[in-house]
């Protein structure tokens, strides 16, 4: 049994440090799902695409595909270093979602053709996946893909795009075989989001996030446009929700706690500091419990994927905590800091009016499926209940 | 190079794992549940002849130093041990005697108790930690009983509870505030049948040998004291939390036996045409059982590496008996809702779990004395 990094490890985390200290300012940190400023954005592409000349965006990929073949504990000790603070690194669905799939199944044509790109942020990506009558339920998807020569024929329409205004491309699940139903017969494909056929139209959400409706109208693909195999589309998905290592969720709720404890240490209220009220030390205490719980189902990822172990529970148990944490977490918040937790940013918000953003963002916890579908996951496949 | 380094590893190593299975066989085998019941009802309250067994196993001594007939083999694995312990729901004096008094004796103690620690090592001798008093309170701070300086030595005055194997002890450890202020406790180690000292059963919902132990103007003298005066409060603290993370242990590999009861029931009962697991309140009930006995194995996991390493570990080790505290609690209940009626009856075998999970609650610190540490951890510590 070990939780310590070694003294290379350790190493290690300083140089992403300096490299955080040098190249990322504290007020250009931003959370990029919720926050749709453009000045920040051109930053964050920026500060991305020097990620990437240091090969950090492909930190544990093949070397010939733009990686650098570092191990699970150095990408995670990266993971934690970005998320604390809340580095703006973009294009989660490109260097996530789709570098895992041709990881996974992609040949070698395909990983050479759209790895590096993005290892060098200059593919932004964008998730294709959910549709109007397919959200928890993703294999009631119906976007079609019909052969046509060697091409493919696309439509239908995907919603819940995030950053959709912003791809390049789309990370596209579709129906590749129209015989075939459910999670059979799907294939992924790499769409063009300029190509002719693709329209948009914003969604606007609570967290203050621009989301679309995308709408695929016989959008023509080149047949080198498929990810993997056809028909492997599902597992493809399953394994990018399912297969673990490098997130570090711990260090966003570690730094709403710090945040939190340093204004309960200045703010008053009531004729004591507010973290001389039992009451608020007690729920303090609680947000502590949460933080080590995130953290410990991070190493456990981790420590699963060094090991090539299958996670307990089919995987679903963190998730279930993850899905159910964030909204007791923000509530907690929100109980400690009391009316003022309302405020946008003012000269009366505190902590620049994060309080009332976190709360917002709080109810995105929903994507990949919902805590209720999580836990039916959970009880079936994790525990072997009957379904 | 060893490339175990560059690992983040959780599982535990095989040595651990081995001493688990073979302590389960064990343990399935010589003290199965009905066996625990007739203990329950007994006077003694534990099985002699079973814990003759498990010190000639090594486990009274299996934390203790090798000097001292222990075996050395680290906080690990008395946690692995313990999981063991928990499932089987065995009482007996180790934690109270072998880790605790055991603990103190040797942070605090010189020359003069090292025979008492070669008999408390070896399971014949065990020694009653009196820490706990009537307030209900935690920590250094609720150590009221007083040590007065007289002539000779101290007279000890006032009521220690929850003393396990009190009955049984050839000493009692007794922890005593000899001057105000943390750094005001002192820690005497008494006979039985000092004159002045008394021992009033406590019966507690888990049917475990607790007792009173009533000081009434109980002298000691040099003999009795253990250390320097005025110095045992870091040696508490640290007896509490190992002896804390142990109780964890103990709730973890209880819950997962919990679980495995839970489901077998949810899969094998049938009511409205079929088995009640397949409903999804039952399996909500089911899951919330998993969820809290996993996060308190992995939170304590985190603890115990973080003392069997060495390494500064107050905060993770409150953050994991505050977890405890709550889970210990959520989980019989959440077993209970999926039983229904028949987990009520005395047959059923989950009261036997319930009853003991309400002492793993309380004991040692309870949820809102540890969320208190931890918020006074976060208050000291700054950005970070």
């Known amino acids: 049994m070990q939780i310590r990094f070694t003294p290379e490890q350790e190493a290690w985390r300083q140089e992403v440090r300096s490299f955080l200290d040098r190249e990322l300012p504290p007020a250009q940190a931003f959370d990029t799902e919720f926050d749709e400023d453009e000045e920040r954005w051109a930053f964050a592409l920026e500060f991305t695409r020097k990620l990437g000349a240091k090969g950090w965006i492909g930190l544990g990929w093949p070397r010939e595909y733009g990686g650098l073949e570092r191990p699970a504990a150095e990408r995670f000790i990266l993971a934690e270093e970005l998320t604390y603070r809340e580095a703006p690194l973009v294009n989660s669905i490109g260097h996530g979602l789709a570098a895992g799939t041709l990881l996974l199944g992609g040949t070698e044509q395909q990983k050479r053709r759209f790895l590096p790109p993005i290892a060098r942020m200059e593919t932004f990506w964008v998730e294709g996946l959910s549709e109007p009558g397919a959200g928890s ?31 390049d491309v789309m990370y596209l699940a579709a129906r590749s075989d129209p015989s075939s139903r459910r999670h059979e017969g799907l294939s992924i494909f790499c769409l063009d989001m300029k190509a002719k056929g693709v329209t948009l139209s914003p969604l606007d959400n609570l967290g203050g996030g621009r989301q679309n409706h995308t709408y695929l109208d016989d959008v023509r693909l080149p047949a080198e446009m498929l990810l993997g195999e056809e028909g492997q589309g ?25 945040t939190l404890v340093a204004w309960c240490r200045e703010h008053r209220r009531g004729g004591r500091r507010v973290i001389d009220d039992p009451i608020v030390r007690q729920e303090l205490g609680a947000l502590a419990v949460m933080v080590e719980s995130v953290r410990m189902l991070m190493y456990e990822s981790v420590s699963n994927a060094e090991r090539q172990r299958a996670p307990a529970f089919a995987g679903a148990l963190g998730t279930v905590v993850m899905k159910e944490l964030r909204p007791r977490f923000s509530e907690t918040l929100h109980r400690i800091v009391g009316p003022l937790a309302q405020l946008r940013p003012s000269r009366f918000a505190p902590f ?20 209720q579908v999580k836990r039916m996951v959970l009880a079936t496949r994790g525990l072997g209940l009957p379904r | 190079m060893n490339a175990r380094t560059e690992v983040i590893d959780l599982e535990l190593d095989e040595g651990h794992e081995l001493l688990r299975r073979s302590a389960r066989e064990f343990l399935a085998k010589r003290f199965p549940l009905a066996r625990l019941r007739e203990v329950e009802k007994s006077e003694l309250g534990y099985d002699p002849e079973l814990w003759r067994e498990m010190a000639a196993l090594d486990w009274a001594g299996l934390g203790l130093p090798e000097e001292l007939g222990g075996a050395a083999a680290g906080f690990l694995a008395q946690y692995a041990l313990h999981l063991e312990l928990g499932r089987a729901l065995v009482p007996s004096p180790l934690l109270a005697s072998s880790v605790i008094a055991a603990e103190l004796l040797l942070a605090a103690g010189g020359d003069a108790e090292r025979e008492l620690l070669r008999r408390i090592a070896s399971g014949d001798a065990i020694v009653a930690p009196a ?13 009221q009983l007083a040590a007065r300086r007289v002539s000779g030595g101290w007279q000890l005055s006032g009521t220690k509870l929850f003393v396990p194997y009190a009955h049984v002890a050839e000493r009692v450890l007794v922890a005593a505030r000899s001057a105000p202020g943390p750094d005001g406790i002192s820690l005497f180690l008494l006979e039985r049948n000092s004159p002045g000292l008394v021992v009033e059963a406590l019966p507690n919902i888990a049917d475990l040998p607790l007792f009173a132990v009533e000081l009434d103007g109980v002298r000691a003298g040099e003999r009795e004291l253990v250390g320097k005066p005025d110095c045992a409060g870091a040696a508490l603290e640290a007896a509490w939390e190992r002896a804390g993370i142990l109780h964890c242990a103990e709730l973890v590999g209880a819950g997962e036996r919990v679980l495995e009861l839970t489901l077998r029931y949810a899969q094998d009962r049938e009511q409205f045409g079929r088995p009640v697991g397949q409903y999804q309140a039952v399996q909500y009930l089911c899951s919330d059982i998993a969820i809290d006995v996993h996060l308190a194995s992995l939170l304590s996991r985190h603890a115990a590496w973080r003392i069997d390493a060495g390494l500064p570990a107050s905060y993770q080790a409150a953050a994991a008996r505050a977890h405890a505290g709550v889970a210990a609690q959520h989980i019989v209940r959440q077993a209970h809702e999926v039983f229904a009626g028949a987990a009520f009856m005395l047959e059923n075998d989950l009261q036997l779990f319930t009853r003991r999970a309400k002492h793993w609650e309380l004991a040692l610190g309870d949820a809102r004395y540890q969320l208190e540490r931890l918020a006074a951890q976060l208050e000291s510590a700054g950005i970070g």
């Open chain 1, 137 to 167: 339920d993703l294999a009631a998807l119906t976007t079609s893909a019909r052969r046509d020569g060697s091409d493919w024929i696309v439509r239908g329409q995907k919603t819940y795009t995030t950053w959709g205004q912003r791809g």
């Open chain 1, 234 to 258: 599902w597992r493809y998905i399953m394994n990018a929700f399912y297969g673990g290592g490098g997130h570090a969720a711990h260090m966003y709720y570690q730094r709403m706690l710090d």
């Open chain 1, 352 to 371: 620049e009016g994060l309080a009332e953003a976190w709360y917002r963002h709080s109810y995105a916890n929903h994507a990949g499926g919902t805590p």
């Open chain 2, 131 to 143: 820490l706990d008093e009537p307030e209900g309170g935690f920590g250094l701070d609720s150590i």
